[in-house]
């Protein structure tokens, strides 16, 4: 499956397994320090208000990288690896 995908251009933030932890940092002394994280929902909604803010909200002015067609068939070699 990893071959029929871009990575990061196709699928954003997925690297395949021969580059993991290439964007790994120890978090360790942030979250010993206080680091939190903020609900998912919240994120969204912060960067929509940004995007807003911006004058960029047409959410259609972003590329879909990766076609529903491919998509699907990733989707379905996924399944079969799962069974």
């Not at 029929?4 to 021969?18: H, M, S, V, Y």
């Not at 002394?29 to 803010?53: C, H, M």
């Not at 989707?75 to 799962?82: C, H, V």
């Amino acid at each position: 499956m990893n071959n029929q995908i871009k990575p990061w251009d196709e699928l954003p933030l997925w690297l395949p397994e021969a580059l993991n932890g290439a964007a790994s940092v120890n978090n360790e002394k942030a979250l010993n320090e206080g680091l939190s994280f903020l609900p998912l929902r919240q994120t969204i909604e912060d960067v929509n208000s940004w995007l807003d803010y911006k004058g960029n909200s047409n959410t259609s002015d972003f590329a879909t990288v990766l076609s529903k067609e491919k998509e699907s068939k990733i989707i379905d070699a996924w399944k079969q690896l799962s069974r």
